[in-house]
């Protein structure tokens, strides 16, 4: 993938949505396009938190306490929680199919964070989306 496409799936993402063209060149040339095999584990709960991804296609299942509770798919991101936090992963993600997918690397992302406020803007709207999101299920 060039980084014409990446710098287009990124732009698809709503989290990058709102990031200017200078952020969105920082980002695409910071991730590694991946491709993952049908019943590949991405993340494993528990694991090292030291990747964030961006699914370009593809989707996932998300398990937390060998329950499910999600699937994603292209657009979608996962890994921001322990990639902030440097914690062990809360979830096993698990491609359902094919996925391809933008991989970010843990100390490239600290360095991207500090340079550009609007990408540490969009992490921490994100992160903020999944407590309420996660909290919104466990009342219910």
């Known amino acids: 993938m060039d980084q014409s496409a990446i710098r287009a ?17 920082a980002i695409a040339q910071l991730v590694e396009p991946v491709l993952f095999p049908a019943g590949a584990v991405l993340i494993e709960e528990g694991g090292a938190g030291d990747t964030f991804l961006v ?3 593809g ?4 398990v937390r306490g060998g329950a499910e ?32 997918a933008l991989v970010l690397h843990r100390d ?11 990408v540490r803007l969009a992490i921490l709207m994100a992160l903020t989306e999944r407590i309420r999101s ?3 299920r466990a009342s219910d």
Do not use: Q
């Open 9 to 25: 799936e990124l732009r698809r993402v709503p989290l990058f949505g709102a990031m200017t063209e200078g952020s969105i060149d």
């Open 134 to 136: 996660n909290a919104r």
């Open 59 to 62: 989707t996932v299942s998300v």
């Open 55 to 57: 699914l370009t296609a």
């Open 69 to 100: 509770v999600g699937r994603l798919g292209a657009g979608d991101f996962l890994g921001e929680i322990s990639l902030v936090d440097g914690r062990p992963r809360s979830a096993t993600v698990t491609a359902t199919s094919p996925v391809e």
């Open 108 to 118: 490239a992302f600290l360095a991207l964070i500090d340079r550009y406020p609007s």
